[in-house]
Protein backbone atom coordinates (compact mmCIF):
# COMPACT_ATOMS: atom_id res chain seq x y z
CA UNK A 1 0.00 0.00 0.00
CA UNK A 2 2.64 2.77 1.10
CA UNK A 3 4.55 2.66 -2.24
CA UNK A 4 1.24 4.53 -3.67
CA UNK A 5 2.41 7.25 -2.20
CA UNK A 6 5.84 7.31 -4.68
CA UNK A 7 3.36 6.62 -7.58
CA UNK A 8 1.41 9.29 -6.64
CA UNK A 9 4.52 11.60 -7.10
CA UNK A 10 5.94 10.13 -9.95
CA UNK A 11 2.52 10.56 -11.65
CA UNK A 12 2.48 14.44 -10.54
CA UNK A 13 5.71 14.85 -11.50
CA UNK A 14 6.38 12.53 -14.24
CA UNK A 15 2.85 12.66 -16.33
CA UNK A 16 4.35 11.40 -19.41
CA UNK A 17 5.77 8.02 -18.01
CA UNK A 18 3.67 4.88 -17.98
CA UNK A 19 3.99 2.87 -14.75
CA UNK A 20 3.55 -0.83 -13.72
CA UNK A 21 2.51 -1.19 -9.73
CA UNK A 22 3.03 -4.42 -8.53
CA UNK A 23 1.84 -4.44 -4.73
CA UNK A 24 2.98 -7.81 -2.76
CA UNK A 25 -0.25 -7.34 -0.45
CA UNK A 26 -0.19 -11.38 -0.32
CA UNK A 27 3.56 -11.09 2.13
CA UNK A 28 3.11 -7.58 2.84
CA UNK A 29 4.55 -6.21 5.86
CA UNK A 30 8.00 -6.00 4.75
CA UNK A 31 9.14 -4.47 7.74
CA UNK A 32 9.52 -7.21 10.46
CA UNK A 33 11.01 -9.65 7.68
CA UNK A 34 14.49 -10.94 7.28
CA UNK A 35 17.15 -9.13 5.33
CA UNK A 36 17.28 -12.39 3.29
CA UNK A 37 13.53 -12.93 2.86
CA UNK A 38 12.93 -9.43 1.26
CA UNK A 39 15.64 -9.92 -0.85
CA UNK A 40 13.83 -13.41 -2.28
CA UNK A 41 10.22 -11.19 -2.75
CA UNK A 42 11.95 -8.41 -4.33
CA UNK A 43 14.13 -10.68 -6.43
CA UNK A 44 11.01 -12.39 -8.10
CA UNK A 45 9.00 -9.34 -8.39
CA UNK A 46 11.93 -7.72 -10.04
CA UNK A 47 12.12 -10.71 -12.50
CA UNK A 48 8.36 -10.70 -13.43
CA UNK A 49 8.38 -6.25 -13.88
CA UNK A 50 11.53 -6.70 -16.05
CA UNK A 51 9.84 -9.67 -17.99
CA UNK A 52 6.71 -6.95 -18.53
CA UNK A 53 9.70 -4.70 -20.43
CA UNK A 54 10.06 -2.21 -17.53
CA UNK A 55 13.17 0.40 -18.39
CA UNK A 56 13.51 0.96 -15.03
CA UNK A 57 12.76 0.28 -11.71
CA UNK A 58 11.78 2.47 -8.50
CA UNK A 59 11.37 -0.11 -4.94
CA UNK A 60 8.32 1.92 -3.67
CA UNK A 61 9.31 0.73 -0.34
CA UNK A 62 12.05 1.51 2.33
CA UNK A 63 12.27 -2.28 3.79
CA UNK A 64 13.13 -3.71 0.25
CA UNK A 65 15.58 -1.06 -0.46
CA UNK A 66 17.40 -1.55 2.52
CA UNK A 67 17.59 -5.19 1.93
CA UNK A 68 17.43 -6.01 -1.55
CA UNK A 69 19.07 -2.65 -3.82
CA UNK A 70 22.63 -3.56 -3.85
CA UNK A 71 21.93 -7.10 -4.70
CA UNK A 72 19.98 -6.13 -7.46
CA UNK A 73 21.89 -4.09 -8.88
CA UNK A 74 24.48 -6.28 -9.19
CA UNK A 75 22.01 -8.99 -10.80
CA UNK A 76 20.21 -6.55 -13.21
CA UNK A 77 20.98 -4.56 -15.82
CA UNK A 78 18.42 -1.87 -15.93
CA UNK A 79 18.48 1.45 -13.73
CA UNK A 80 17.09 0.44 -10.01
CA UNK A 81 15.78 3.53 -7.84
CA UNK A 82 15.39 3.16 -4.38
CA UNK A 83 13.49 5.77 -1.53
CA UNK A 84 16.55 5.52 1.01
CA UNK A 85 19.02 7.22 -1.57
CA UNK A 86 17.15 10.72 -2.46
CA UNK A 87 15.86 11.18 1.06
CA UNK A 88 19.17 10.95 2.28
CA UNK A 89 20.86 12.79 0.05
CA UNK A 90 18.04 15.71 0.36
CA UNK A 91 18.52 15.36 4.36
CA UNK A 92 22.19 15.91 4.02
CA UNK A 93 21.63 18.69 2.22
CA UNK A 94 18.85 20.77 4.18
CA UNK A 95 20.51 20.32 7.73
CA UNK A 96 21.90 23.11 9.24
CA UNK A 97 22.86 21.83 12.57
CA UNK A 98 23.97 18.32 11.26
CA UNK A 99 21.89 16.35 13.64
CA UNK A 100 19.39 14.76 11.48
CA UNK A 101 16.24 12.38 12.61
CA UNK A 102 15.04 8.72 10.57
CA UNK A 103 12.25 6.96 11.29
CA UNK A 104 11.31 3.69 9.80
CA UNK A 105 10.07 0.09 10.16
CA UNK A 106 11.79 -2.33 12.32
CA UNK A 107 13.60 -3.66 9.15
CA UNK A 108 14.48 -0.20 8.14
CA UNK A 109 16.02 1.50 11.34
CA UNK A 110 17.65 -2.07 12.13
CA UNK A 111 19.22 -2.15 8.38
CA UNK A 112 21.33 1.32 8.99
CA UNK A 113 20.70 2.38 5.43
CA UNK A 114 19.85 5.85 5.87
CA UNK A 115 22.63 6.14 8.48
CA UNK A 116 25.47 5.32 5.58
CA UNK A 117 23.79 6.54 3.09
CA UNK A 118 23.76 10.22 5.11
CA UNK A 119 26.84 9.95 6.45
CA UNK A 120 28.73 9.36 2.84
CA UNK A 121 27.33 13.00 1.93
CA UNK A 122 27.78 14.55 5.56
CA UNK A 123 30.30 12.22 7.69
CA UNK A 124 29.71 14.65 10.59
CA UNK A 125 25.85 14.35 10.82
CA UNK A 126 24.54 12.97 14.56
CA UNK A 127 21.91 11.35 13.31
CA UNK A 128 19.15 9.88 15.65
CA UNK A 129 16.82 6.59 14.35
CA UNK A 130 13.80 5.18 15.58
CA UNK A 131 11.54 2.06 14.47
CA UNK A 132 7.56 2.81 14.60
CA UNK A 133 6.17 -0.07 13.97
CA UNK A 134 2.46 0.99 14.94
CA UNK A 135 2.93 3.83 12.27
CA UNK A 136 1.49 1.30 9.15
CA UNK A 137 -0.88 -0.51 10.61
CA UNK A 138 -2.70 3.04 11.76
CA UNK A 139 -2.33 4.25 8.37
CA UNK A 140 -4.12 1.31 6.80
CA UNK A 141 -6.74 1.15 9.42
CA UNK A 142 -7.08 5.19 8.96
CA UNK A 143 -6.40 6.35 12.21
CA UNK A 144 -4.60 9.29 10.35
CA UNK A 145 -4.79 12.28 13.51
CA UNK A 146 -6.35 11.18 16.39
CA UNK A 147 -5.80 11.09 19.64
CA UNK A 148 -4.23 7.27 20.19
CA UNK A 149 -2.49 7.87 17.21
CA UNK A 150 -0.69 10.99 18.13
CA UNK A 151 0.12 9.68 22.10
CA UNK A 152 1.96 6.56 20.07
CA UNK A 153 3.34 9.50 17.87
CA UNK A 154 5.19 11.14 20.94
CA UNK A 155 5.91 7.78 22.48
CA UNK A 156 8.01 6.69 19.46
CA UNK A 157 9.07 10.26 18.56
CA UNK A 158 10.46 11.33 22.35
CA UNK A 159 13.84 10.43 21.20
CA UNK A 160 14.08 12.10 18.31
CA UNK A 161 12.74 15.20 19.96
CA UNK A 162 15.13 15.32 22.64
CA UNK A 163 17.79 14.59 19.88
CA UNK A 164 16.97 18.40 19.38
CA UNK A 165 17.04 17.13 15.16
CA UNK A 166 16.23 20.44 12.82
CA UNK A 167 15.31 17.97 9.78
CA UNK A 168 13.35 14.18 9.98
CA UNK A 169 13.32 11.70 7.47
CA UNK A 170 10.01 10.19 6.88
CA UNK A 171 12.07 6.85 6.23
CA UNK A 172 8.62 4.38 4.88
CA UNK A 173 6.45 5.07 2.37
CA UNK A 174 3.67 5.30 4.57
CA UNK A 175 4.51 8.00 6.69
CA UNK A 176 3.69 10.81 4.66
CA UNK A 177 0.14 9.87 5.22
CA UNK A 178 1.06 11.08 8.87
CA UNK A 179 2.58 14.05 8.37
CA UNK A 180 0.63 16.31 10.34
CA UNK A 181 0.73 13.99 13.48
CA UNK A 182 4.60 13.63 12.73
CA UNK A 183 4.72 17.47 12.32
CA UNK A 184 2.73 18.75 15.54
CA UNK A 185 4.56 16.12 17.74
CA UNK A 186 8.22 16.90 16.56
CA UNK A 187 7.47 20.62 15.85
CA UNK A 188 6.90 23.14 12.78
CA UNK A 189 10.93 23.64 12.64
CA UNK A 190 11.87 20.74 11.88
CA UNK A 191 12.08 20.05 8.05
CA UNK A 192 10.34 16.90 7.12
CA UNK A 193 11.33 14.66 4.42
CA UNK A 194 9.44 12.80 1.95
CA UNK A 195 10.91 9.95 0.59
CA UNK A 196 8.48 9.61 -1.99
CA UNK A 197 8.83 13.23 -3.34
CA UNK A 198 12.78 12.65 -3.26
CA UNK A 199 12.50 9.23 -5.12
CA UNK A 200 9.79 10.52 -7.92
CA UNK A 201 12.48 13.67 -8.67
CA UNK A 202 15.49 11.15 -8.95
CA UNK A 203 13.58 8.97 -10.76
CA UNK A 204 12.80 12.07 -13.86
CA UNK A 205 16.70 12.67 -13.19
CA UNK A 206 18.19 9.32 -14.00
CA UNK A 207 15.55 8.74 -16.78
CA UNK A 208 16.56 12.48 -18.53
CA UNK A 209 20.21 11.46 -18.01
CA UNK A 210 20.08 8.45 -19.80
CA UNK A 211 17.79 9.58 -22.32
CA UNK A 212 15.07 7.19 -21.93
CA UNK A 213 12.25 9.79 -20.57
CA UNK A 214 9.34 9.80 -22.77
CA UNK A 215 8.19 13.33 -24.05
CA UNK A 216 5.17 12.48 -25.93
CA UNK A 217 2.22 13.32 -23.84
CA UNK A 218 -0.83 11.90 -23.39
CA UNK A 219 0.14 8.42 -23.66
CA UNK A 220 0.77 7.17 -20.05
CA UNK A 221 -0.84 4.21 -18.90
CA UNK A 222 -0.81 2.72 -15.39
CA UNK A 223 -1.61 -1.06 -14.54
CA UNK A 224 -1.60 -2.14 -10.49
CA UNK A 225 -1.53 -5.65 -9.66
CA UNK A 226 -1.28 -6.94 -6.38
CA UNK A 227 -0.68 -10.93 -4.68
CA UNK A 228 -3.62 -10.90 -2.80
CA UNK A 229 -6.98 -9.14 -1.52
CA UNK A 230 -7.02 -7.00 -4.92
CA UNK A 231 -10.40 -5.44 -3.90
CA UNK A 232 -9.09 -4.41 -0.32
CA UNK A 233 -6.24 -2.67 -2.48
CA UNK A 234 -8.61 -1.18 -5.19
CA UNK A 235 -10.60 0.73 -2.79
CA UNK A 236 -7.26 1.66 -0.57
CA UNK A 237 -5.78 2.16 -3.99
CA UNK A 238 -8.47 4.84 -4.85
CA UNK A 239 -8.05 6.94 -1.58
CA UNK A 240 -4.03 7.63 -2.40
CA UNK A 241 -4.46 8.12 -6.12
CA UNK A 242 -8.53 8.56 -7.18
CA UNK A 243 -8.93 7.75 -11.21
CA UNK A 244 -5.82 6.48 -11.87
CA UNK A 245 -6.54 3.67 -10.59
CA UNK A 246 -9.65 1.21 -12.06
CA UNK A 247 -9.19 -2.29 -11.74
CA UNK A 248 -6.50 -4.44 -9.91
CA UNK A 249 -4.91 -7.62 -11.50
CA UNK A 250 -3.85 -10.92 -9.72
CA UNK A 251 -0.27 -12.07 -9.27
CA UNK A 252 0.52 -15.18 -7.27
CA UNK A 253 4.30 -14.80 -6.24
CA UNK A 254 5.92 -17.84 -4.36
CA UNK B 1 3.19 -15.08 17.51
CA UNK B 2 -0.76 -15.38 18.26
CA UNK B 3 -0.51 -19.20 18.30
CA UNK B 4 1.70 -19.37 21.43
CA UNK B 5 -1.23 -18.59 23.59
CA UNK B 6 -2.52 -22.09 22.56
CA UNK B 7 0.64 -23.27 23.08
CA UNK B 8 1.05 -22.54 26.49
CA UNK B 9 -2.46 -23.96 27.46
CA UNK B 10 -1.50 -26.84 25.79
CA UNK B 11 1.66 -27.54 27.91
CA UNK B 12 -0.61 -26.47 31.01
CA UNK B 13 -3.95 -29.29 30.25
CA UNK B 14 -2.04 -31.45 28.14
CA UNK B 15 1.65 -31.69 30.18
CA UNK B 16 2.43 -35.13 28.94
CA UNK B 17 1.97 -34.76 25.26
CA UNK B 18 5.07 -33.39 22.56
CA UNK B 19 4.30 -30.34 20.63
CA UNK B 20 6.12 -29.57 16.82
CA UNK B 21 4.97 -25.87 16.63
CA UNK B 22 5.29 -24.04 13.06
CA UNK B 23 5.18 -19.95 13.26
CA UNK B 24 4.57 -18.26 9.60
CA UNK B 25 6.61 -15.23 10.60
CA UNK B 26 8.03 -14.76 6.73
CA UNK B 27 3.93 -14.48 5.54
CA UNK B 28 1.96 -13.30 8.79
CA UNK B 29 -0.29 -11.40 9.70
CA UNK B 30 -3.12 -13.50 8.12
CA UNK B 31 -5.63 -11.62 9.17
CA UNK B 32 -5.78 -9.26 6.35
CA UNK B 33 -5.38 -12.21 3.45
CA UNK B 34 -7.48 -13.81 1.18
CA UNK B 35 -9.34 -17.29 1.72
CA UNK B 36 -7.47 -18.47 -0.98
CA UNK B 37 -3.91 -17.44 0.19
CA UNK B 38 -4.57 -18.27 4.04
CA UNK B 39 -5.68 -21.78 2.38
CA UNK B 40 -2.46 -22.09 0.05
CA UNK B 41 -0.35 -21.66 3.14
CA UNK B 42 -2.16 -23.49 5.98
CA UNK B 43 -2.11 -26.55 3.08
CA UNK B 44 1.47 -26.51 3.07
CA UNK B 45 2.39 -26.46 7.13
CA UNK B 46 -0.31 -29.57 7.44
CA UNK B 47 1.47 -31.20 4.81
CA UNK B 48 4.84 -30.51 6.35
CA UNK B 49 3.99 -31.21 10.20
CA UNK B 50 2.65 -34.46 8.94
CA UNK B 51 5.68 -35.02 7.43
CA UNK B 52 7.18 -34.39 10.70
CA UNK B 53 4.83 -37.51 12.23
CA UNK B 54 2.19 -35.72 14.20
CA UNK B 55 -0.65 -37.66 15.58
CA UNK B 56 -2.72 -34.42 15.54
CA UNK B 57 -3.18 -30.66 14.14
CA UNK B 58 -4.19 -27.65 16.17
CA UNK B 59 -4.71 -24.74 13.94
CA UNK B 60 -3.54 -22.12 16.51
CA UNK B 61 -5.00 -19.25 14.63
CA UNK B 62 -8.35 -17.95 13.97
CA UNK B 63 -8.14 -16.89 10.52
CA UNK B 64 -6.37 -20.15 9.52
CA UNK B 65 -9.34 -22.11 11.09
CA UNK B 66 -11.95 -19.82 9.54
CA UNK B 67 -10.96 -20.03 5.65
CA UNK B 68 -9.13 -23.44 5.49
CA UNK B 69 -10.42 -25.87 8.89
CA UNK B 70 -13.13 -28.17 5.99
CA UNK B 71 -10.76 -28.37 3.09
CA UNK B 72 -8.13 -29.47 5.44
CA UNK B 73 -10.50 -32.36 7.39
CA UNK B 74 -11.57 -33.13 3.72
CA UNK B 75 -8.21 -33.51 2.58
CA UNK B 76 -6.17 -35.17 5.41
CA UNK B 77 -6.95 -38.42 7.73
CA UNK B 78 -5.46 -36.93 11.15
CA UNK B 79 -7.91 -35.11 13.93
CA UNK B 80 -7.78 -31.48 13.77
CA UNK B 81 -8.97 -29.10 16.18
CA UNK B 82 -9.15 -25.48 15.18
CA UNK B 83 -9.84 -22.78 17.14
CA UNK B 84 -13.01 -21.53 16.35
CA UNK B 85 -15.48 -24.98 17.21
CA UNK B 86 -14.14 -24.67 20.91
CA UNK B 87 -14.63 -20.64 21.34
CA UNK B 88 -18.34 -20.69 19.93
CA UNK B 89 -19.87 -23.48 21.96
CA UNK B 90 -18.20 -22.19 25.26
CA UNK B 91 -19.52 -18.94 24.54
CA UNK B 92 -22.85 -20.45 23.32
CA UNK B 93 -22.90 -22.10 26.83
CA UNK B 94 -21.80 -19.01 28.64
CA UNK B 95 -24.68 -16.73 27.63
CA UNK B 96 -28.00 -16.33 29.76
CA UNK B 97 -29.01 -13.72 27.37
CA UNK B 98 -28.72 -14.80 23.80
CA UNK B 99 -26.64 -11.85 23.34
CA UNK B 100 -22.78 -12.56 22.27
CA UNK B 101 -20.19 -10.22 20.81
CA UNK B 102 -17.39 -11.76 18.53
CA UNK B 103 -13.74 -10.25 18.10
CA UNK B 104 -11.13 -10.58 15.84
CA UNK B 105 -9.02 -9.70 12.71
CA UNK B 106 -10.97 -8.51 9.57
CA UNK B 107 -10.37 -12.41 8.15
CA UNK B 108 -11.65 -14.19 11.03
CA UNK B 109 -14.94 -11.25 10.84
CA UNK B 110 -16.03 -11.23 7.70
CA UNK B 111 -16.00 -15.43 7.09
CA UNK B 112 -18.34 -15.00 9.69
CA UNK B 113 -17.26 -18.53 11.07
CA UNK B 114 -17.51 -17.80 14.77
CA UNK B 115 -21.58 -17.24 14.04
CA UNK B 116 -22.13 -20.07 11.79
CA UNK B 117 -20.96 -22.41 14.77
CA UNK B 118 -22.40 -20.62 17.78
CA UNK B 119 -26.18 -20.81 15.72
CA UNK B 120 -25.88 -24.13 15.30
CA UNK B 121 -26.01 -24.46 19.17
CA UNK B 122 -28.06 -21.58 19.93
CA UNK B 123 -30.11 -20.73 16.65
CA UNK B 124 -31.35 -17.22 18.58
CA UNK B 125 -28.55 -16.22 19.52
CA UNK B 126 -28.36 -12.31 18.53
CA UNK B 127 -24.12 -11.88 17.30
CA UNK B 128 -22.58 -8.66 17.42
CA UNK B 129 -19.60 -8.49 15.04
CA UNK B 130 -16.40 -6.79 15.18
CA UNK B 131 -13.11 -6.96 13.52
CA UNK B 132 -10.29 -5.18 15.92
CA UNK B 133 -7.50 -4.77 13.27
CA UNK B 134 -4.91 -2.80 15.18
CA UNK B 135 -4.81 -4.75 18.66
CA UNK B 136 -2.30 -7.96 16.52
CA UNK B 137 -0.12 -4.56 16.07
CA UNK B 138 -0.39 -3.22 19.27
CA UNK B 139 0.32 -6.70 20.86
CA UNK B 140 3.39 -7.36 19.19
CA UNK B 141 4.58 -3.91 20.19
CA UNK B 142 3.97 -4.46 23.11
CA UNK B 143 1.53 -1.90 23.86
CA UNK B 144 -0.86 -4.38 26.17
CA UNK B 145 -2.17 -1.93 28.86
CA UNK B 146 -1.08 1.78 28.11
CA UNK B 147 -3.76 4.78 27.14
CA UNK B 148 -3.53 4.68 23.65
CA UNK B 149 -4.56 0.97 23.30
CA UNK B 150 -7.59 1.46 25.44
CA UNK B 151 -8.80 4.26 23.48
CA UNK B 152 -8.86 2.27 20.38
CA UNK B 153 -10.09 -0.81 22.04
CA UNK B 154 -13.25 1.88 23.45
CA UNK B 155 -13.63 2.68 19.97
CA UNK B 156 -13.53 -0.46 18.40
CA UNK B 157 -15.28 -2.34 20.91
CA UNK B 158 -18.25 0.83 21.17
CA UNK B 159 -20.98 -1.16 19.32
CA UNK B 160 -20.23 -4.47 21.20
CA UNK B 161 -20.97 -2.25 24.16
CA UNK B 162 -24.07 -0.92 23.01
CA UNK B 163 -25.16 -4.70 21.80
CA UNK B 164 -25.23 -5.42 25.32
CA UNK B 165 -23.86 -9.20 25.07
CA UNK B 166 -23.10 -10.93 28.32
CA UNK B 167 -20.48 -12.78 26.54
CA UNK B 168 -17.37 -12.12 24.64
CA UNK B 169 -15.17 -14.22 22.17
CA UNK B 170 -11.98 -13.20 21.65
CA UNK B 171 -11.80 -14.66 18.29
CA UNK B 172 -8.32 -13.93 17.76
CA UNK B 173 -5.06 -16.01 19.54
CA UNK B 174 -3.29 -12.74 20.21
CA UNK B 175 -6.02 -11.22 22.35
CA UNK B 176 -5.57 -12.97 25.42
CA UNK B 177 -2.91 -10.21 26.11
CA UNK B 178 -4.88 -7.88 26.01
CA UNK B 179 -7.92 -9.55 28.41
CA UNK B 180 -7.56 -6.48 31.06
CA UNK B 181 -8.43 -3.87 28.63
CA UNK B 182 -10.91 -5.42 26.49
CA UNK B 183 -13.07 -6.80 30.36
CA UNK B 184 -12.35 -3.00 31.47
CA UNK B 185 -14.08 -1.31 28.38
CA UNK B 186 -16.74 -3.86 27.93
CA UNK B 187 -16.92 -4.14 31.61
CA UNK B 188 -16.58 -6.65 34.86
CA UNK B 189 -20.15 -8.45 34.21
CA UNK B 190 -19.21 -9.36 30.51
CA UNK B 191 -18.14 -13.03 30.20
CA UNK B 192 -14.95 -13.39 28.18
CA UNK B 193 -14.35 -16.43 26.49
CA UNK B 194 -10.68 -17.25 25.99
CA UNK B 195 -10.67 -19.39 22.90
CA UNK B 196 -6.96 -20.93 23.59
CA UNK B 197 -8.01 -21.91 26.74
CA UNK B 198 -10.64 -24.11 25.21
CA UNK B 199 -9.17 -25.28 22.16
CA UNK B 200 -6.59 -27.19 24.37
CA UNK B 201 -9.47 -28.24 26.59
CA UNK B 202 -10.88 -30.16 23.14
CA UNK B 203 -7.88 -31.17 22.32
CA UNK B 204 -7.45 -32.98 25.39
CA UNK B 205 -10.77 -34.46 24.92
CA UNK B 206 -9.86 -35.11 21.19
CA UNK B 207 -7.25 -37.40 21.69
CA UNK B 208 -8.86 -39.13 24.46
CA UNK B 209 -11.38 -39.92 22.62
CA UNK B 210 -9.51 -41.56 20.28
CA UNK B 211 -7.34 -43.18 22.60
CA UNK B 212 -3.97 -41.70 21.16
CA UNK B 213 -3.51 -39.62 24.21
CA UNK B 214 -0.13 -40.04 26.23
CA UNK B 215 -0.17 -40.94 29.56
CA UNK B 216 3.54 -41.14 30.35
CA UNK B 217 4.64 -38.12 32.15
CA UNK B 218 7.76 -36.67 31.88
CA UNK B 219 8.69 -37.92 28.07
CA UNK B 220 6.98 -34.08 26.65
CA UNK B 221 9.34 -32.00 24.18
CA UNK B 222 8.54 -29.24 22.59
CA UNK B 223 9.76 -28.06 19.20
CA UNK B 224 9.42 -24.37 17.49
CA UNK B 225 9.96 -23.72 13.63
CA UNK B 226 9.84 -20.43 12.35
CA UNK B 227 9.74 -19.34 8.33
CA UNK B 228 11.51 -15.59 9.05
CA UNK B 229 13.38 -14.00 11.85
CA UNK B 230 13.63 -16.75 14.38
CA UNK B 231 15.78 -14.48 16.60
CA UNK B 232 12.59 -12.36 17.34
CA UNK B 233 10.51 -15.17 17.52
CA UNK B 234 12.57 -16.50 20.34
CA UNK B 235 12.76 -13.28 22.25
CA UNK B 236 8.52 -13.16 22.22
CA UNK B 237 8.51 -16.54 22.31
CA UNK B 238 10.31 -16.64 25.59
CA UNK B 239 7.98 -14.25 26.88
CA UNK B 240 4.70 -16.18 26.48
CA UNK B 241 5.85 -19.41 26.73
CA UNK B 242 9.40 -18.90 29.63
CA UNK B 243 11.70 -22.02 29.17
CA UNK B 244 9.57 -23.95 27.46
CA UNK B 245 11.24 -22.65 24.49
CA UNK B 246 15.12 -22.13 24.37
CA UNK B 247 15.73 -22.53 20.43
CA UNK B 248 13.73 -21.77 17.18
CA UNK B 249 14.66 -23.75 13.92
CA UNK B 250 14.26 -22.27 10.64
CA UNK B 251 12.35 -23.55 7.68
CA UNK B 252 11.37 -21.61 4.48
CA UNK B 253 8.18 -22.39 2.60
CA UNK B 254 6.62 -20.86 -0.35
Not at 87 to 113: C, E, M
Not at 172 to 195: A, F, Q
Amino acid sequence: MGGLTVVRELISQLPNESIIYFGDTARVPYGPKSPDTVLRYSREITQHLIGEGVKALVIACNTATAHALPALRREFKLPIIGVIEPGSRAAAQATRTGRVGVIGTAGTIKSRAYEKEIHKIRPDAEIAVQACALFVPLVEEGWLDTEPTRAIARNYLAPIVAAEVDTLVLGCTHYPLMKTVIGNVVGREVRLIDSAHETAKETGEVLRARGIDNATPDGARYRFIASDAQDTFLAMGQRFLGTAIDRVEALTLG
